[in-house]
């Protein structure tokens, strides 16, 4: 036998004393993937989490034990194959931001040992004509800054993330619930043809989702009352800084915004006067790299982002930033905060070299 039953005993046993664990450790995964990778970066997409209950544990290692192809000898053997015990989806409303919220996932934990994440790129679809799977799967850990109060007895504990679009989702959860219960038998010609053909559907509504989205964008330019919110934001003020990732950072960025009651493209045109992206470009730089040469460097600016808009408001909102009540300096709002508080302080100090400047 691949898993003894002592083992396959045992393994629930703890997995019902640790369970609380792992409820905690997804819930936090999935509200960092919530509030800094998908709002954050204005990205239509549901996060969801869970932990698999002890049921679906001892379920799947008798699936295993029966099947005989995996050798779990020990209960520790246990928990350092199966690493999705904590996991979280992110389904994205399109499909082209799946492999922007992965990459951002890998920036934001870490991976075992506190390398990268590892990350993996599924599509059957290329190999098997009729299956349709697609989604991209992220093993992740906490970061030592994340493991503090009661999230310290998480530390070493692994979460899954896959990301998908939610078209592909509807394939992948479907597939799974008829196909992945070898008690109920194969499947018939009927069902795998009938999967086929949703396969199809999914890959094709990708792209109409896609078109809709567009359409939507379009019809928000065209308006002049204020941003309904986040995404009528961008796709409003992207107009000026064609060809960038303006949605990248921009959710923290709108939310200040607001506060400061600076809610059309009147206002913001009123302030910034002339919204020239190269012009927008070489400020980012400049400011760029005297961010870089100070000790405190936690954050980078990036021209390719919400942050041209932010360069070119800084001169006449900085201040307000810093003076804002935020009670969750977390994530972007922290990030704001700190550009806008290293921006104070290099104008302050030209301020001082030119009024020690000697008069010519």
């Not at 996991?87 to 409303?93: P, S």
């Not at 949605?247 to 302030?271: K, M, N, W």
């Not at 290293?342 to 008069?359: G, V, Y």
Request: aromatic fraction near 6%; glycine fraction near 6%.
């Amino acid at each position: 036998m691949s898993i003894p039953e002592a083992v396959i005993q045992g393994a629930v046993a703890r997995y019902h004393r640790e369970y609380d664990r792992y409820l905690k450790l997804c819930a936090r995964v999935a509200e960092i993937c919530r509030l800094e990778i998908v709002e954050g970066n204005a990205i239509r997409a549901q996060v969801t989490s869970r932990a698999k209950s002890p049921k679906s544990l001892e379920g799947k290692l008798r699936r295993f034990s029966a099947g005989g192809k995996k050798e779990m000898p020990t209960i520790d053997s246990v928990f350092d194959q199966i690493r999705d015990l904590a996991a979280v989806r992110i389904a994205t409303y399109e499909q082209k931001h799946e492999s922007q919220v992965a990459e951002e996932v890998c920036k934001r934990f870490v991976g075992e040992g506190a390398q990268k994440p590892a990350k993996e790129v599924k599509d059957k679809h290329a190999e098997n004509q009729e299956h349709f799977y697609r989604a991209t799967h992220c093993e992740v850990f906490l970061t030592s800054g994340d493991l503090v109060g009661t999230y310290v007895n998480v530390a070493g504990v692994p979460c899954e993330i896959q990301v998908c679009s939610m078209m592909a989702h509807v394939w992948n959860e479907v597939e799974h619930d008829l196909g992945y219960k070898p008690l109920s038998g194969e499947l018939s010609a009927l069902e795998k043809q009938l999967l086929v053909a949703l396969g199809h559907n999914s890959r094709s509504g990708d792209g109409m989702i896609s078109q809709l989205l567009a359409a939507t964008d379009q019809r928000q330019i065209a308006q002049t009352n204020a941003f309904s919110d986040v995404y009528d934001f961008v796709a409003r003020v992207r107009q000026w800084y064609p060809g960038t990732e303006f949605a990248r950072h921009a959710g923290p960025l709108f939310e200040q915004l607001v506060a400061l009651r600076l809610v059309t493209l009147d206002s913001l045109q009123r302030i910034i006067q002339n919204p020239d992206l190269e012009t927008t470009r070489t400020k980012l730089q400049a400011l760029s790299t005297t961010l870089r040469t100070g000790s405190d460097n936690k954050f980078e600016l990036d021209e390719n982002s919400a942050d041209l808009l932010l360069v070119v408001l800084l001169p006449h909102i900085a201040k307000y930033l810093v003076k804002a009540n935020v009670t969750d300096l977390s994530g972007g709002a922290a990030r704001i905060r700190w550009i806008a508080e290293r921006f104070i302080e290099i104008e302050d100090a030209r301020t001082r070299e030119r009024q020690n400047a000697p008069a010519t």
